[in-house]
């Protein structure tokens, strides 16, 4: 989406409820132009208050569009949703802009004009040129073609699409038979007194047509414009010259728009048939083919049966390979597209939604690559047991039924939508250690291993860490006390704090903030980011407790999550975040001091071999070197305390080096 920061509150985005709902209405206010302003040609009642506020709420309406039409969005050809106010300015002013201010315009001149009246009698002559100029309201029906078109997008299934199709010639046509019916009326008006079919009896001993009522009046040309379609009535004739040109005209429209008309609808209704019949073909190939090869009656039933649901179940959930099209949209666009299909879904798992949030342009990827649906029918088999696990599933819709033990007897759970299944697949080598079948048509989303672990490695998250969370998932399974399956293990369902890196610098920060006497020295920081390191480095390579499964087999396994971050459990994550820093704001509304850009390892507070501190001369790198030891058994005094260089930790004004070496004694 295209836009500029500082406007960002203003411009209204056109896919948004708001400006949908503000599209809806003015295709709501164009129908009621479309029907009242023709009928002012039956000379309505100037004091009807009901069409007095009609008129208002119209008039207020459009008035307000047009500055609404400035701060509004537009989908660019390309796809993206332009949102830049002088784009958007630009665009309006060279297609709408100019009709708007004239049908508004000439709206409140008419109020003005019939304001300024004295008298009945004035009034009514100042306003009849303006019925002809208030026709030029129903041009904005071209301009509703756009919405319309928006409209018809968002409907699910090419069947809603033919029928919406149809609606909109029937409308089509119905409001071409008002507007002719109007314009009839007006022509009668316009002519001679008693030359005119207006001035006719409606029946023998009769009042004639001026003289009815306004129903019967509308209803008789509404009539005459319905019959011009099939060659005209009888009951009603043209009297003098301008009659006969106009009904000459109307017939030549009727009866082009009619062909037109006829020609479309039978399109529409042949397309209709068409999405139906290639299901009945089909079926009807699959009966002559059980028929030819002498299938019994009851197996042929269910086989045909099945295909049926398949598919219905394929219109349901179209897979991505059926649509060629889809190719032709850009990569950019298809992220976004399956990130919008499969984010809901990814939501209901605690890590995907705090990674959502954190970093959603790397799930952004994972959807697009790494995500897969399916569409399954009752009695499918998912997995059996002891199959090498490659993907874990998230359940969109429907039921599986997990089961465990022996086949004789089986220990059966039902697994609904909005759940989970086998996570540990992406965390560590794993069996299934059960078999998964769906109890009723489901549809699922596979979210494959590899890929997944392919596409977290390339980016560096330092606000939440995977691997971190790889660690202590297999923890927890070490420390579970019942045997471990493909269900959603307990304890995971909500994330600990610990595992985001933003929580654990803010908690630093704080610690700070609220003690300006207390600095955190660098044997401190080392010692903290060390006994985390050797945490992560034992859960990862800690082995799963050996536990006898019900079929005899020996449970063992470790951690694999880092199987492309092999080198960086330990010294990659220190590297990582010697080179970047984040600066924080704590919960309490605390901010860094200015300098401060967050809190990193210890290797952020060690300078260059060679190159001594600006801040602290006093101090030498070279009495600093790197622990060789692993980090599990590095000990605060046994490395010395180095100066902090600028960019590192806040050091108060009253705090040397010296003094920092002297709070260690």
Not at 213 to 221: F, G, I, Q, V
Not at 248 to 261: K, N, R
Request: glycine share 6%; aromatic share 8%.
């Amino acid at each position: 989406i295209r836009t500029e920061t500082w406007l960002r509150h203003i411009v209204l985005n056109p896919l948004r409820i708001f400006r949908m709902s503000w599209d809806i209405c003015s295709l709501v206010m164009v129908l009621y132009d479309i029907v009242m302003t023709p009928m002012s040609f039956f000379d309505l009642p100037e004091d009807d208050p009901v069409l007095e506020q009609l008129q208002w709420v119209t008039r207020v309406f459009w008035t307000i569009d047009i500055p609404m039409s400035c701060i509004s969005g537009y989908i660019a050809s390309n796809g993206l949703v332009e949102m830049r106010p002088a784009r958007i300015i630009k665009r309006y002013a060279k297609t709408w802009m100019i009709l708007d201010l004239l049908v508004v315009g000439v709206d409140w001149a008419e109020l003005v004009m019939n304001a300024a009246g004295s008298g009945v009698a004035r009034m009514g002559k100042a306003s009849r040129p303006f019925r002809i100029i208030r026709m030029i309201r129903l041009l904005r029906l071209a301009r509703m073609g756009e919405i319309i078109h928006m409209l018809m997008e968002r409907l699910p299934s090419d069947v809603m699409v033919v029928f919406g199709d149809i609606l909109k010639l029937i409308v089509a046509m119905l409001g071409m038979c008002h507007l002719i019916a109007c314009l009839w009326w007006a022509v009668g008006q316009g002519s001679t007194p008693g030359h005119s079919w207006i001035d006719t009896e409606a029946g023998p001993g009769e009042l004639t047509w001026r003289q009815k009522d306004l129903p019967d009046r509308y209803l008789m040309c509404f009539r005459w414009a319905l019959t011009q379609f099939a060659g005209g009535m009888d009951e009603v004739v043209p009297h003098d010259f301008w009659e006969h040109l106009f009904a000459a005209i109307v017939f030549i429209i009727a009866f082009w728009s009619g062909t037109v008309f006829l020609g479309i609808l039978t399109s529409h209704m042949t397309h209709l048939f068409i999405i139906g019949s290639q299901q009945t073909q089909q079926l009807s190939m699959l009966r002559r083919y059980l028929s030819q090869h002498g299938v019994s009656r009851g197996l042929a039933m269910r086989a045909q049966r099945n295909a049926q649901h398949v598919m219905n179940s394929q219109q349901r959930t179209m897979s991505e390979q059926a649509l060629g099209l889809l190719d032709l949209v850009s990569k950019a666009l298809r992220i976004e597209l399956h990130y919008e299909m499969y984010s809901p879904v990814l939501t209901m798992h605690p890590f995907f939604n705090d990674y959502m949030q954190v970093c959603p342009h790397i799930v952004r990827k994972i959807c697009h690559a790494a995500l897969q649906m399916s569409a399954n029918s009752s009695g499918d088999v998912i997995f059996h047991f002891g199959e090498t696990a490659s993907s874990m599933i998230l359940v969109k819709s429907g039921l599986l039924r997990y089961s465990t033990g022996s086949a004789k007897e089986p220990d059966l759970e039902d697994i609904k939508e909005n759940s989970y299944v086998s996570e540990a697949a992406l965390w560590t080598h794993w069996v299934h250690r059960g078999a998964l079948t769906v109890a009723e048509d489901s549809i699922l989303i596979y979210v494959n291993a590899e890929q997944f672990r392919s596409i977290v490695c390339q980016f560096e998250a330092l606000s939440f860490d995977p691997s971190e969370y790889a660690a202590w998932f297999v923890e927890k399974m070490n420390d579970s006390e019942e045997p471990v399956t493909d269900l959603p293990l307990r304890g995971t369902e909500v994330l600990p704090m610990s595992l985001s890196r933003q929580s654990r610098a803010v908690n630093l920060w704080k610690a700070q903030s609220r003690d300006k006497r207390r600095t955190l020295g660098p044997s401190e920081i080392l010692r903290l980011e060390e006994e985390r390191l050797s945490r992560l480095s034992r859960s990862s390579t800690m082995d799963l407790k050996p536990r006898m499964s019900r079929s005899g087999t020996t449970m063992s396994m470790q951690s694999t999550f880092g199987a492309k971050k092999e080198e960086t459990a330990k010294k990659g994550l220190r590297d990582r975040l010697s080179q970047k820093s984040v600066r924080f704001a704590d919960p309490d509304g605390h901010v860094a001091p200015e300098g401060v850009k967050g809190f990193t390892t210890v290797q952020n507070l060690i300078a260059d071999e060679g190159k001594p501190s600006a801040s602290s001369p006093r101090c030498s790198p070279r009495s600093l070197p790197l622990p060789e030891e692993k980090p599990a058994a590095v000990s605060p005094r046994s490395v010395p305390r180095p100066c902090p260089s600028p960019r590192s930790l806040p050091m108060p004004e009253d705090v040397s080096c010296k003094d920092l070496a002297e709070d260690d004694v």
